[in-house]
């Protein structure tokens, strides 16, 4: 209370930019938090208009109405096609968007000892799950699929696979 009392006080004021010093140093401090706010505010500007952000569902534009197709469904799909691929282990499937372009990344393990290769699998993998997904769901606006790629070792790989669901969904939905 005897603080804000202080504040009041045009005494106090006057005393303190009573100097040159005293002015200059107060209206550097007063520049520095304007330019503070600016930035914060154009930081999420730029936030709003091009930033990514995780999303739980696609959704497939169609003349009589939109289709949803949930990010479980498409965890499945990229098993069924990873099925037959024995020396990758999918482990977490992440879907983004930007505005109404989506791009899945998939964070799986690569068996080191495999003799097909990882850029084989990839060229082989990729358009191939694109079709996949445009057939099955009539999926076309994920752009760009990622692969992040561990290579383990032969010990560590696991040896039984697909057993949980691979999405987040759970994460969101805590009672699910």
């Known amino acids: 209370m005897n603080f804000l009392r202080v504040l009041n ?4 004021w006057r005393t303190l ?17 304007l330019l503070m706010v600016f930035l914060m505010l ?10 990514t952000r995780r ?5 497939v534009k169609r003349d009589d109405g939109d289709t949803v197709i949930s990010r479980d469904t498409v965890a499945a799909l990229v098993n069924r096609e990873l099925a037959s691929y024995p020396a990758i ?16 990344t998939i964070y799986c393990e690569y068996l080191l000892s495999d003799q097909t290769g990882l850029p084989a699998f990839c060229d082989e993998f990729k358009p191939k799950l694109q079709q996949a997904l445009a ?8 752009t760009g699929i990622r692969l992040w790629v561990d290579a ?10 697909h057993e949980e669901p691979i999405s987040q969904a759970h994460d969101a939905y805590p009672g699910l």
């Open 9 to 12: 006080d045009p005494q106090w």
């Open 135 to 142: 057939k099955s769901f009539g999926i076309t606006d994920i």
């Open 89 to 104: 282990h999918c482990n977490k499937i992440v879907l983004t968007r930007r505005r109404s372009i989506y791009q899945l």
């Open 42 to 51: 154009v930081r999420g500007i730029l936030r709003l208009v091009f930033g």
């Open 17 to 33: 930019l009573g100097s040159d010093f005293n002015q200059g140093f107060m209206a550097a401090l007063a520049l520095i938090l």
């Open 55 to 59: 999303c739980s569902a696609v959704v």
């Open 152 to 161: 383990v070792p032969n010990d560590d790989f696991p040896p039984s696979r």
